[in-house]
């Protein structure tokens, strides 16, 4: 049987990837509406964002790579494991990597796209599912075994998600991978722990980045920046001031959706006084930015 034959999942959501992607190229619309925004995705429950931003892509080079990456790790799965474990841990991914990116921007005016996470979590899944594999790189002749590919790839993201500096969703990468690896290690626990020390240092890493990206998303732990005490704001910092700002903003916006949701339902004589006034004040406030 010819190998396509064997993986028709793999394709069949390699093909409407495609084509949603192409499509949105021309749509700016649907590009705008399928990809994930913490604000709609908050404050106005567009949830379907959370899966829907792994069907587009940035451009056709980042689409390419991903369809590469996706066709050589999912095939694989899916021949081997069948298509329910392709389903659960492709798509357990993609979410697993927009949620801790809405976890991270959750106050930022932020847009993420592409089914990079997704891919992450079977490339994270095949290293201990298909184990003694290599990974192999465009700009590197020679492959990688899979466990060191694991934990450079860990790090790396981590490093570039800190630094901030290029246009690359690390946190989805790293959220994508983690998550991938927990399904995988749910759906086949024999297999994920065949090699116990390489498990225990892939999960161990991916635990303490996971943490620190949590707990610290401002990267007040960084040296030379100052800890923050007794609730006091380290406002020498600017990232922190971006962030602030960013946050009073969305909870600016969040409370004139209310107050407008209240006169489309009950209109405006059911708004108080006080209701009245601070609906004149936010709007003018906003007005005067423009």
């Known amino acids: 049987m010819h190998p396509d034959l064997q993986t028709p999942v793999t394709l069949i959501i390699l093909a409407v990837t495609a084509v949603v992607s192409i499509v949105a190229f021309r749509d700016r619309r649907l590009w705008e509406r399928l990809m994930l925004k913490p604000r709609e995705i908050l404050a106005d429950k567009q949830y379907e964002r959370l899966l829907t931003s792994g069907f587009v892509h940035g451009d056709g080079f980042h689409l390419a790579f991903n369809a590469y990456s996706f066709l050589a790790f999912g095939r694989s799965i899916e021949a081997v494991y069948g298509i329910k474990t392709l389903l659960l841990v492709y798509f357990s991914s993609i979410l697993g990597g927009s949620l801790l990116s809405l976890f991270i921007h959750r106050h930022h005016d932020y847009r993420a796209l592409g089914a990079s996470g997704g891919v992450c979590g079977l490339i994270f899944a095949s290293i201990f599912l298909l184990p003694g594999g290599s990974i192999h790189l465009f700009f590197i002749p020679i492959g990688i075994p899979a466990y060191l590919f694991a934990v450079l790839f860990l790090v790396f993201s981590f490093v570039m998600m800190r630094r901030g500096k290029d246009n690359i969703g690390h946190d989805a990468h790293i959220g994508g991978a983690v998550v991938g690896l927990l399904v995988a290690t749910a759906m086949y626990p024999e297999m994920m722990t065949a090699n116990p020390a390489m498990y225990a240092a892939v999960i161990v890493l991916s635990a303490l980045i ?23 704001s380290p406002k020498g910092s600017e990232r922190f001031q971006r962030y602030d700002e960013a946050r009073k903003r969305n909870a600016k916006l969040a409370e004139i959706d209310r107050l407008l949701d209240k006169v489309s339902a009950q209109g405006i004589h059911s708004l108080s006084r006080a209701e009245r006034e601070k609906l004149d004040e936010l709007s003018k406030e906003f007005r005067d930015r423009r």
């Open 210 to 232: 996971l943490v620190v990206t949590i707990f610290d998303p401002l990267h007040l732990l960084e040296k030379g920046m100052s800890v923050v005490r007794d609730g006091d």
